[in-house]
């Protein structure tokens, strides 16, 4: 029962420690803009990289063929997919623990590119799956896996179109987080736990890859590249739930760090 | 505490038997869904002895999940829940017990009538025995991992709303579940699936009240 208000009260920006000064959503507004370009560039040039090295420079697989190229695409949108997930989680009991209105603001802004990119993985699988496997779809446990994840990804979205007060949606979609994070580890070893047609993992920390090493180098290209195109895409909308929420706030925001031009400040008053 | 605790287990299950209609429609749900499939598929005894352990599954996890909305949302209309959240006693006991009851009321009922509709699908007598373990395990943590839906949802525009936050997190109950009476087509012991269900009713008994009580105090901030 307690009252926003008293959260959005300001406070001397000094008398935080330096980490959790940029937890303010007025202070993080300029910060975000300013990193933006930067992520969004460098995604840009390590996935030219990544779909160089992957698609011209790696050789033919002995088994697959060409067909083995769309794995730079499916592997690195698997692995953000759960990965995610988890930074959602972790968003959500930053949120629920501190009490942090940014964490809960984060942990919405990332949900559509999670949902994509497992959206991606499946439809990548599938169009791998039709030439290797002989057909688009089979119920194992990993494909399934990962379709429970785009369900739970869809159910934390419906929960927030579906739940007007903004401070419900926050607490009740992180509390929704925290109980489908579960599932993430169970995607992760349902392959040792029921004996599948998928294929193991062929990258692990412990034993030396399977793979050879320039379709490593281009799979870790591509991971970058989807990482930080997730955190430049994540940022982007942050800034317009920001904006969505705490219009005064940003203005505010803006006079200290006083580095703000003049559109945002007409685009707040106009809202 | 205790006294309270009970009074409250009392207090639901009475109220839940004074609309039997209402605390039946699960099971209901159940009889008349499972007997569908049947006429849907064809009365080949081989196919309803492949399908039925999924199917038998699948019907009881929608009967469940209809009956979903009870638990909290009539106690939320007329205020009771309030009440509920003001009481002096930790929150996630009485939601605890607040489920457990609706788990007796709704589901020990669908439990009983699964014998039945097992025979018609079938299945050998060792079989239903392992049907019903697997429900008595599996049910209770349907029920609490629901009411963490319910409680999250409660007061929402949306019908499927709930079905599509409760639906993916059931998934391996019903993995488990099913497949704890299909090993016994198999000549194999159903010990591992039935001992992960239950390591599944563990974990939901420690973390759901404890969530949905925290989802509660949301809703009713």
């Known amino acids: 029962m307690h009252n926003p208000s008293t959260f959005d009260a300001p406070r001397p920006a000094a008398a935080r420690s330096s980490w959790m000064r940029y937890a303010s959503p007025a202070l993080f507004y300029p910060l975000a803009g300013r990193m933006i370009p930067f992520f969004a560039a460098g995604a840009a040039l390590l996935a030219a990289a990544g779909l160089y090295t992957g698609l011209v420079v790696a050789p033919i697989d002995s088994q697959q063929g060409e067909v083995y190229r769309i794995l730079?695409?499916?592997?690195?949108?698997?692995?953000?997919?759960?990965?995610?997930?988890?930074?959602?989680?972790?968003?959500?009991?930053?949120?629920?623990?501190?009490?942090?209105?940014?964490?809960?603001?984060?942990m919405r802004a990332l949900a559509p590119t999670g949902a994509l990119f497992t959206f991606l993985t499946l439809w990548t699988g599938a169009l791998w799956g039709k030439p290797t496997w002989g057909t688009w779809w089979v119920w194992d446990a990993r494909l399934t896996s990962e379709l429970i994840l785009l369900f739970l990804y869809l159910g934390f979205m419906a929960?927030?179109?579906?739940?007007?007060?903004?401070?419900?949606?926050?607490?009740?979609?992180?509390?929704?987080?925290?109980?489908?994070?579960?599932?993430?580890?169970i995607i992760y070893f349902?392959?040792?736990?029921?004996?599948?047609?998928?294929?193991?993992?062929?990258?692990?920390?412990?034993?030396?890859?399977?793979?050879?090493?320039?379709?490593?180098?281009?799979?870790?290209?591509?991971?970058?590249a989807f990482w930080l195109y997730s955190a430049a895409v994540a940022l982007a909308r942050v800034r317009g739930i920001i904006l969505e929420r705490e219009p005064g706030a940003v203005q505010a925001g803006g006079e200290m760090a006083a580095g703000q031009t003049g559109p945002r400040g007409a685009r707040t008053e106009a809202k | 505490?205790?006294?309270?605790?009970?009074?409250?287990?009392?207090?639901?299950?009475?109220?839940?038997?004074?609309?039997?209609?209402?605390?039946?429609?699960?099971t209901l749900f159940f009889i008349v869904t499972g007997s569908l499939f049947p006429l849907a598929v064809g009365p080949d005894p081989v196919l309803l002895l492949a399908i039925g352990p999924g199917v038998l599954w699948v019907c009881a996890l929608l009967g469940i999940l209809l009956?979903?909305?009870?638990?909290?949302?009539?106690?939320?209309?007329?205020?009771?829940?309030?009440q509920l959240l003001v009481s002096p006693h930790p929150l996630p006991m009485l939601v605890g017990v607040k489920l457990g009851a609706h788990w007796f009321s709704t589901c020990v009922p669908l439990i009983l009538a699964s014998p039945v509709l097992a025979l018609q699908f079938g299945l050998p007598p060792h079989a239903i025995g392992i049907l019903v373990l697997s429900l008595l395990l599996g049910t209770p943590t349907l029920?609490?991992?629901?009411?963490?839906?319910?409680?999250?949802?409660?007061?929402?525009?949306?019908?499927?709303?709930?079905?599509?936050?409760?639906?993916?997190?059931y998934v391996p109950v019903l993995i488990f579940g099913a497949g704890a009476v299909s090993a016994t087509y198999a000549g194999l012991g159903a010990g591992p699936q039935l001992s992960l269900l239950g390591a599944g009713l563990c974990l939901a008994i420690l973390l759901c009240p404890w969530g949905a009580s925290a989802a509660l105090r949301v809703a009713l901030d």
């Open chain 1, 72 to 106: 730079f695409i499916h592997v690195a949108a698997a692995w953000m997919s759960m990965f995610l997930y988890l930074v959602m989680a972790g968003y959500a009991a930053l949120g629920l623990i501190f009490n942090t209105r940014l964490s809960f603001m984060m």
């Open chain 1, 159 to 185: 929960l927030q179109a579906a739940t007007d007060d903004t401070q419900r949606a926050d607490r009740g979609g992180a509390i929704l987080l925290l109980a489908g994070v579960v599932n993430v580890p």
């Open chain 1, 190 to 224: 349902s392959v040792q736990w029921w004996s599948t047609l998928h294929q193991g993992a062929s990258i692990n920390l412990t034993a030396a890859p399977s793979m050879a090493r320039i379709m490593v180098t281009a799979m870790l290209l591509m991971v970058a």
């Open chain 2, 1 to 26: 505490m205790l006294a309270t605790l009970s009074q409250l287990a009392l207090r639901e299950v009475r109220l839940a038997w004074r609309r039997p209609a209402d605390t039946l429609g699960a």
């Open chain 2, 67 to 82: 009956s979903l909305n009870r638990p909290f949302a009539q106690d939320y209309d007329n205020g009771a829940l309030e």
């Open chain 2, 143 to 169: 029920a609490l991992v629901g009411g963490l839906g319910a409680a999250l949802t409660l007061g929402l525009r949306g019908g499927a709303l709930l079905p599509l936050l409760v639906l993916p997190l």
